[in-house]
């Protein structure tokens, strides 16, 4: 088993994620993969995404779930990990979007919601009523 390097996938957005392939994995799941994962960072509103995505799969053939995936996407200023396990590459894929999609959802909501009051209290020099 040798690790195999796809590449860094940058389309017209900032789009600068890492796949990388530890394993046998076929080309169309790999395809099947790099197209879910740039459906999620590669939406409009988001700030620039890099970083790699791990793919292994278990050289042992009795584990139920031989595929693992290992997420590190930083999304603007904030570093977003993700970990998916599953028995099949396009059910990984799958679960590998849904977590990056809510992760990415909650890092985009953080980042446009203050969690301050409008007005300090009195005692933090805010006006006394």
Known sequence: MSARDTGV?????????????????DEEDLAYL??????VLG????????????IIRAAAHHVGQPWTAGAE???GGYL??????ESSARELADRL?????????RVTHRAHC??????PPPWRGGMAS
């Open 9 to 25: 996938h940058a389309p017209e957005t900032p789009l600068a994620v890492r796949v990388r392939a530890d394993g046998e994995m």
């Open 34 to 39: 790099r197209e879910k994962v740039e459906a």
């Open 43 to 54: 939406r409009p509103g988001l700030p620039p995404v890099s970083g790699e995505i791990r």
């Open 73 to 75: 996407i930083r999304v």
């Open 80 to 85: 977003v990990v993700v970990h998916a396990r």
């Open 97 to 105: 979007q849904d977590r990056l999609r809510s992760r990415t959802d």
């Open 114 to 119: 203050t969690r301050r009051t409008a007005t």
